[in-house]
């Protein structure tokens, strides 16, 4: 069974610094496309930044230059570090894994940021 579980969320002021995690149970983490989605307040769900099986990564126009996807595979992790937040940024962070042949996609449960003085 795969879980996906992120923590880290939190109230920041414009400007501040926040990294989310999220720990991978039951699966390869390396073997999955690995994101972050976020869905802000009366808004749909969009894609963050991705990074693939190669490492290689991609981001949300409105994002690029401020936040950095990375992984650790000893530790099962994917990081959202997150600079120069904006109150545009506020929005629950959702991690994602995706299976690259069977198309299976996995959710976890959402981490809170809020970017306000």
């Known amino acids: 069974q795969v879980h996906l579980v992120e923590s880290g969320g939190d109230l920041v002021q414009p400007g501040g610094t926040l990294r989310v995690s999220c720990v991978v149970s039951g699966m390869p983490l390396s073997y999955y496309t690995m994101s972050w989605y976020r869905q802000g307040p009366g808004k749909q769900r969009e894609l963050v930044a991705s990074?693939?099986?190669?490492?290689?990564?991609n981001y949300a126009d409105s994002v690029k230059g401020r936040f950095t996807i990375s992984r650790d595979t000893d530790k099962n992790t994917v990081y959202l570090q997150m600079n120069g937040l904006k109150p545009e940024d506020t929005a629950v962070y959702y991690c994602n894994a995706l299976e690259p042949i069977l198309a299976l996609d996995y959710w976890g449960q959402g981490t809170q940021v809020t970017v306000s003085s």
């Open positions: 990074i693939l099986r190669s490492a290689s990564t």
